[in-house]
């Protein structure tokens, strides 16, 4: 029997060194980038490719390399051509899936740009790109393969920018890379911008679990430049030439501030490793915007935004979390979720599939659905009717959060687990 238990014990500490391995085995510490357009109406989704690229710097995880969260809206998985063998999965969701929502989408058809990155493979793999069906099932969008020795894969070095270490705790193979990039600075603004950054990252850390899991995440200023100082205003005729073209007025919404050069953004973020991508608009006017596992967004110069919006929206870009507010009136976004299903997002349920949310953590005798009284109202934890812009059949995990309003002080419990899962994954072996 003791040699049964040893035996056990080699094998698996053999797969353990195995796993280990893998990421020598089958990559670089480069990146590979795929860029593609995601096209189509609000009932058609089609993935074209644009471009494949080889980047300098691999600054995401080097484990759980086949293994994903269930996340974001598409997916994507690369194989390793002569076994078959799955050797990297990751999520993301898009501007164009918000698109697909709105009342334009019923008219015309659109393109956007689209990008994913993974480290640099040594040999042939297969790439597919799917889109989520609901909770648990996908369709595949386009599927290819290519050779890391392709002669036309773009292997041109990223652009001479300044950049700047403002927090440098671990490597980055051990570490949650963060680039800040700059928008709307000229080149007279790089001093600002620095400072702006730094203050973003202040802003990042008053918030847990970014205090407790501090010492685990590098953050890296970026100081592209841009011809015209602030950014574009579309709603009152002000545009201007900025490094990644964000601008406001998304979807006719006055406050969305986004950028749909994904990119461009993309090169200048190629000036690190990193994890994830945060542009800094250099505009005192509230807004902000953030897409899962791409970027985050927020005004600069707005205190309400500095100190509110930019962990709201890292949220959304970092842990994939859902708006938990709601509007009695119309909003642009009424229809992105089908109560039918459940959404992948973590803090927000249709109730569907309850039971892989946060419903083991309910205290006991937690009514579903919970009723909002002044009793409730104090309950770190509950199932609080009105998320996801709807007032019915979506549900939040408390009755306030800063993924609900900006009065919330911080995230409520179940969206600090999940953030804090995510720094989890992407910094230890699961």
Same mark, same amino acid.
């Given at each position: 029997?003791?040699?049964?238990?040893?035996?056990?014990?080699?094998?698996?500490?053999?797969?353990?060194?195995?796993?280990?391995?893998?990421? *020598?085995?089958?990559?670089?510490? $480069? /990146?590979?980038? @795929?860029?593609?357009?995601?096209? &189509?109406?609000?009932? %058609?989704?089609?993935?074209?490719?644009?471009?494949?690229?080889?980047?300098?710097?691999?600054?995401?995880?080097?484990?759980?390399?086949?293994?994903?969260?269930?996340?974001?809206?598409?997916?994507?998985?690369?194989?390793?051509?002569?076994?078959?063998?799955?050797?990297?999965?990751?999520?993301?969701?898009?501007?164009?899936?918000?698109?697909?929502?709105?009342?334009?989408?019923?008219?015309?058809?659109?393109?956007?740009?689209?990008?994913?990155?993974?480290?640099?493979?040594?040999?042939?793999?297969?790439?597919?790109?799917?889109?989520?069906?609901?909770?648990?099932?996908?369709?595949?969008?386009?599927?290819?393969?290519?050779?890391?020795?392709?002669?036309?894969?773009?292997?041109?070095?990223?652009?001479?920018?300044?950049?700047?270490?403002?927090? *440098?705790?671990?490597?980055?193979? $051990? /570490?949650?890379? @963060?680039?800040?990039?700059?928008? &709307?600075?000229?080149? %007279?603004?790089?001093?600002?911008?620095?400072?702006?950054?730094?203050?973003?990252?202040?802003?990042?850390?008053?918030?847990?679990?970014?205090?407790?899991?501090?010492?685990?995440?590098?953050?890296?200023?970026?100081?592209?430049?841009?011809?015209?100082?602030?950014?574009?205003?579309?709603?009152?005729?002000?545009?201007?030439?900025?490094?990644?073209?964000?601008?406001?007025?998304?979807?006719?919404?006055?406050?969305?501030?986004?950028?749909?050069?994904?990119?461009?953004?993309?090169?200048?973020?190629?000036?690190?490793?990193?994890?994830?991508?945060?542009?800094?608009?250099?505009?005192?006017?509230?807004?902000?915007?953030?897409?899962?596992?791409?970027?985050?967004?927020?005004?600069?110069?707005?205190?309400?935004?500095?100190?509110?919006?930019?962990?709201?929206?890292?949220?959304?870009?970092? /842990?994939?979390?859902?708006?938990?507010?709601?509007?009695?009136?119309?909003?642009?976004?009424?229809?992105?979720?089908?109560?039918?299903?459940?959404?992948?997002?973590?803090?927000?349920?249709?109730?569907?599939?309850?039971?892989?949310?946060?419903?083991?953590?309910?205290?006991?005798?937690?009514?579903?659905?919970?009723?909002?009284?002044?009793?409730?109202?104090?309950?770190?934890?509950?199932?609080?009717?009105?998320?996801?812009?709807?007032?019915?059949?979506?549900?939040?995990?408390?009755?306030?959060?800063?993924?609900?309003?900006?009065?919330?002080?911080?995230?409520?419990?179940?969206?600090?687990?999940?953030?804090?899962?995510?720094?989890?994954?992407?910094?230890?072996?699961?």
């Amino acid at each position: 029997m003791r040699k049964f238990f040893i035996s056990i014990f080699l094998f698996l500490s053999f797969i353990a060194v195995l796993s280990s391995q893998n990421f *020598n085995q089958y990559f670089t510490n $480069k /990146a590979c980038r @795929i860029d593609f357009h995601l096209c &189509g109406d609000a009932k %058609t989704t089609k993935a074209y490719i644009e471009k494949i690229k080889e980047e300098p710097y691999w600054g995401g995880r080097q484990h759980n390399l086949s293994q994903d969260l269930n996340l974001g809206e598409y997916r994507f998985q690369v194989k390793d051509s002569a076994t078959n063998n799955l050797i990297y999965i990751d999520a993301f969701s898009s501007l164009f899936y918000e698109w697909q929502s709105t009342n334009e989408a019923l008219k015309l058809n659109k393109s956007f740009e689209q990008s994913i990155q993974f480290p640099f493979p040594h040999a042939a793999v297969q790439i597919s790109i799917e889109k989520r069906i609901d909770y648990r099932n996908w369709e595949t969008l386009l599927q290819f393969s290519f050779s890391p020795n392709d002669k036309l894969i773009c292997r041109n070095i990223p652009e001479n920018l300044v950049v700047k270490e403002l927090i *440098n705790s671990k490597s980055a193979s $051990k /570490a949650v890379d @963060i680039a800040v990039i700059a928008d &709307g600075y000229t080149a %007279t603004e790089q001093s600002k911008f620095f400072r702006d950054a730094e203050k973003l990252a202040n802003s990042l850390f008053s918030h847990e679990p970014f205090v407790k899991y501090k010492s685990r995440i590098n953050v890296y200023g970026i100081a592209a430049i841009s011809e015209n100082s602030g950014i574009s205003k579309p709603h009152e005729n002000d545009w201007r030439n900025t490094a990644v073209g964000s601008h406001f007025y998304t979807f006719y919404e006055t406050r969305y501030l986004t950028s749909p050069h994904v990119f461009r953004i993309r090169d200048f973020a190629a000036a690190v490793p990193y994890d994830a991508i945060y542009v800094l608009a250099n505009t005192s006017t509230y807004g902000g915007g953030g897409i899962y596992n791409f970027y985050a967004l927020a005004s600069a110069d707005s205190d309400r935004a500095q100190n509110e919006v930019v962990v709201h929206e890292f949220g959304h870009s970092f /842990a994939g979390l859902g708006d938990e507010y709601f509007k009695d009136k119309p909003d642009v976004l009424d229809d992105m979720y089908n109560t039918k299903t459940e959404p992948w997002e973590p803090n927000i349920t249709s109730l569907v599939s309850f039971e892989d949310k946060w419903k083991a953590d309910l205290p006991i005798g937690t009514k579903i659905p919970t009723q909002v009284n002044d009793s409730t109202k104090k309950q770190k934890i509950g199932v609080f009717e009105g998320a996801g812009y709807m007032t019915k059949g979506m549900y939040r995990s408390a009755y306030n959060c800063r993924m609900r309003t900006n009065d919330a002080k911080a995230f409520c419990s179940v969206c600090e687990k999940a953030v804090e899962r995510m720094i989890l994954f992407l910094t230890e072996k699961q």
